[in-house]
């Protein structure tokens, strides 16, 4: 793996490690809002189910690494 992707892995796995210690719930929320989205419009922007992305904004799953990814790439300030 070249040192610029090897580099992006690593900053995406210390994201996603700080999102899930973080208060997540309360990010999504405030990010969707900004947008003046539904869960269901934010999560299908995003490449997400929308009742999967429901469970994460109640606390009730956590985003993979991979979904994680999608949230960040379409919504950045996410990323912490």
Aim: proline share 6%; glycine share 6%; with cysteine.
């Amino acid at each position: 793996i070249p040192c610029a992707e090897r580099a992006s892995a690593h900053g995406l796995i210390a994201g996603i490690i700080i999102f899930i210690s973080a208060p997540y719930t309360e990010l999504l929320h405030t990010v969707r809002k900004r947008y003046g989205l539904s869960q269901v419009d934010f999560a299908q922007k995003a490449g997400i189910s929308p009742s999967i992305y429901t469970k994460w904004e109640a606390g009730n799953r956590r985003p993979s690494r991979k979904m994680y990814r999608q949230l960040v790439t379409t919504y950045p300030e996410i990323n912490i």
